[in-house]
């Protein structure tokens, strides 16, 4: 079974810190995504990865970076949080090259910024 | 541009009979691939069936079908034998080559499974 984890559930943070949140997927997936949920709004795509050291931006990536130094790591930071950052971020992961992948997903962090 | 309409923000269904929940897509491409996830209140993302644009058969997964209706760019997921586990919400999505294979999601419909 295709396994993604991510580093914690629930996350508290204070306006301006700095913030990582870490995904791990153990199925040797080249690509790997970062995503945020929001009421009204669905899943927006920050980040993704097509390979180590590579990423590009998605949608919605203001406010965010990502780094990806080794392939079943993928790490999305938050330089200075902000309280419109509080939301569900969830990281995905497929296999790469042409035609359709599954993305599978981690159960989410749910990260509210004070 | 692709793009996923659900079109039921809400559906109730009773314990052990089917339903069925909707999904219209829209793309220029040829080549596609449609899916649809699972999303229980505890927040992850569960991959639940696949269908390819040039699959002949309706996918099937156990209690879960996928009724794809090409002409009318439809895919419709079909659960048989609901469960009080099936309350969740259901997300259909869509990947194309010319699109990088990212994910486009619909907004999602909310089912809940009555006793």
């Known amino acids: 079974d295709v396994k993604v984890t991510q580093s914690s559930r629930y996350l508290v943070k204070r306006t301006g810190e700095k913030v990582f949140l870490e995904c791990v997927q153990d199925?040797?997936?080249?690509?790997m995504f970062w995503y945020r949920q929001d009421p009204g709004l669905g899943l927006r795509l920050i980040y993704f990865?097509?390979?180590?050291?590579?990423?590009e931006k998605g949608d919605i990536p203001e406010g965010y970076s990502v780094s990806r130094e080794k392939k079943e790591r993928f790490s999305l930071i938050l330089e200075s949080a902000s309280t419109n950052q509080t939301s569900m971020y969830l990281c995905?992961?497929?296999?790469?090259?042409?035609?359709?992948?599954?993305?599978?997903f981690g159960p989410g962090t749910r990260l509210t910024v004070l | 541009a692709q793009k996923i309409t659900q079109t039921q923000p809400g559906m109730f269904v009773q314990e052990k009979e089917a339903v069925t929940l909707d999904c219209t897509y829209d793309?220029?491409?040829?080549?596609?691939?449609l899916f649809w996830y699972k999303q229980p209140s505890s927040g992850e993302m569960i991959f639940l069936i696949y269908?390819?644009?040039?699959?002949?058969q309706n996918a099937t997964e156990g209690r879960y079908s996928l009724n794809f209706q090409k002409a009318r760019k439809s895919a419709n997921l079909v659960i048989s034998a609901s469960q009080l586990g099936d309350s969740a919400m259901y997300f259909c999505?869509?990947?194309?080559?010319?699109?990088?294979?990212?994910?486009?999601f619909g907004g999602g419909t909310r089912l809940m499974v009555k006793p």
């Open positions: 995905a992961s497929s296999l790469g090259g042409q035609g359709a992948s599954t993305q599978y």
């Open positions: 199925m040797d997936h080249e690509n």
């Open positions: 990865s097509y390979d180590v050291k590579m990423k």
């Open positions: 793309t220029s491409d040829q080549s596609y691939g």
């Open positions: 269908q390819g644009s040039y699959d002949e």
């Open positions: 999505a869509m990947s194309t080559n010319n699109a990088g294979n990212m994910l486009t």
